[in-house]
């Protein structure tokens, strides 16, 4: 996969393919806690959200409010990990937050949303862990309503 095919998905588009990423890796390293799946459930409903800041006040509610891998790791279910792999998945949930925050309260800037979702595509490069196919996150077009893409369900990112 070369970076450059994320650059002309919409940021709809890409905090569905940084969710998808989160998924993978969750499903690979078998975290499957409650929270952790509404969490990754509450991304997912990004893509048809039409009022961000209240998705936005919504998704803080799961984030624990002492910011560290420990904290983290024990509230979304997978301190049964290694720490190194903990400090993954902290970085990855670290990165997914700043792919759906980048441009929220900001005139649109490409790299804000492209830098984490690169970042995270190279952890999980780094970690060998499979990485979803791009193809169909570039149905959400950075030409679209702005860059932001038209608001669509996220099964159509994934439904083949």
């Known amino acids: 996969m070369c970076f450059h095919e994320i650059e002309v ?13 989160m998924i ?13 799946k509404a969490f990754l459930s509450h991304f997912q409903d990004f893509t048809l959200a039409r ?10 509610m799961y984030l624990p409010e002492e910011d560290s891998v420990g904290t983290y790791a ?11 792999k903990q400090r993954v998945i902290y970085e990855m949930i670290d990165a997914l937050y700043e792919v759906s925050q980048g441009n929220l309260y900001i005139g649109f800037k490409n790299e804000n949303t492209l830098e984490p979702l690169r970042e995270m595509i190279k952890i999980m490069n780094e970690n060998k ?26 099964k159509e990112f994934i439904d083949k």
């Open 9 to 21: 998905i919409s940021i709809r588009g890409r905090v569905a393919l940084a969710v998808t990423c």
């Open 24 to 36: 993978e890796v969750c499903k690979q390293w078998e975290v499957h806690s409650v929270k952790m």
């Open 51 to 60: 009022q961000l800041d209240r998705w936005d006040n919504e998704m803080r």
């Open 74 to 84: 024990s509230e979304f279910g997978f301190d049964h990990l290694s720490l190194d």
């Open 129 to 154: 862990i499979n990485i979803p196919p791009i193809h169909p996150f570039k149905k959400s077009r950075i030409t679209e309503a702005g860059g932001w893409g038209f608001a669509i369900q996220y």
